[in-house]
């Protein structure tokens, strides 16, 4: 009785070292900003949950749609109902890894690039991405971040003609995270 | 003057007012006044959060782009960068606390920090949906 006692507290620690640290935030930042010839669009969303584990480099990003604020109500009205359809597609996600998680010093701290590989999904469409970040460890807390463009073709978001010259066919993305140990 | 000048004339005011107005009320419209804004649905803090966790499409069609007035009591209140949010917890999850989280507007922040753990409060908020761990009501108000 003593013997498997010992057994399943020993088999709990290996369980909880194996699954490394784990950091999380619930409100990351993302905006996405769009250069066309006709206007400049930037767009805000400060309620991003993500979360990241050390030991295996897995890394979950969730955002709602209708979080995201532009400067012009009308903007908004057009990016919810027309662009993404954020009713039939509330979320967007990124389910992936940091392939090179090996190598950030998680444990010393300082600043790290970071190889990031997974499934982004915008608009109910799927497509993988690998893209480059940063990761500045210091004082408990992770900072994530990294600029990439998307092609809004990808993602099946469709621009109408008549406001083509408004909106670029590719947007700025840009991840700014900080995550703290989750204290479980 | 004669008849046609009279006629463009009058086609160039109307077009000209078409345009402003197309700018000032259309283009440049504000944003909806949350604050000042009706809830369209009153509602307990946890009949919200279980209408998501049960049946997340249905809660969605029903509650999310919405202006909904809750009431809880306050679990907590969280500060980051010029956030503030206040939260009602139910559940434990991958992402730590889970429940209802409130973007609080500028002119509540003071109000809201003033409030203690338990305190019953009733917040007016537009909801932006529910992320798999938390209902986000955003652009909130204190109501007394």
């Known amino acids: 009785m003593k013997i498997n006692k010992i057994l399943i507290i020993a088999l709990l620690m290996l369980a909880s070292a194996a699954m490394g640290q784990k950091y999380v935030t619930k409100t990351g930042s993302i905006k996405f900003f769009s250069d066309a010839p006709m206007e400049k669009i930037e767009a805000y969303n400060n309620q991003v949950n993500a979360a990241l584990d050390t030991e295996t480099g897995d890394l979950v990003f969730k955002v709602l749609m209708k979080s995201f604020t532009f400067e012009k109500a009308l903007m908004q009205e057009h990016f919810n109902e027309n662009y993404v359809e954020s009713d039939k597609f509330p979320n967007a996600t990124f389910v992936g890894k940091i392939t090179n998680a090996g190598e950030i010093g998680f444990q010393k701290g300082g600043t790290f690039d970071a190889q990031v590989e997974g499934k982004l999904t915008i608009h109910g469409v799927t497509r993988s991405v690998k893209e480059l970040g940063s990761l500045t460890v210091s004082d408990g807390k992770i900072l994530t971040t990294s600029v990439f463009p998307i092609k809004l073709s990808d993602y099946e978001i469709k621009i109408p003609k008549t406001v083509a010259s408004n909106i670029s066919e590719s947007v700025e993305i840009t991840v700014e995270v900080s995550l703290a140990i989750l204290n479980q | ?144």
């Open chain 2, 1 to 144: 003057m004669k008849l046609w000048i009279k006629i463009i004339l009058g086609l160039a005011i109307i077009g000209i007012i078409a345009v402003l107005f197309g700018y000032f009320f259309v283009y440049n419209k504000p944003h909806t006044d949350y604050e000042n804004a009706e809830a369209e649905y009153t509602l307990n803090a946890p009949e919200l959060y279980n209408a998501f966790v049960e049946d997340k499409h249905g809660a969605d069609s029903l509650y999310t782009g919405k202006v909904i007035l809750i009431e809880a009591p306050l679990t907590k209140k969280e500060t980051a960068d010029s956030l503030v949010i206040a939260v009602i917890v139910f559940n434990e999850g991958m992402f730590g606390d889970e429940g209802i989280r409130c973007v609080m507007l500028p002119k509540f922040h003071e109000t809201i920090m003033a409030y203690q753990t338990g305190d019953p409060i009733k917040i007016k908020g537009y909801c932006t949906g529910y992320n798999d761990t938390d209902v986000i009501l955003e652009h909130c108000s204190i109501i007394h």
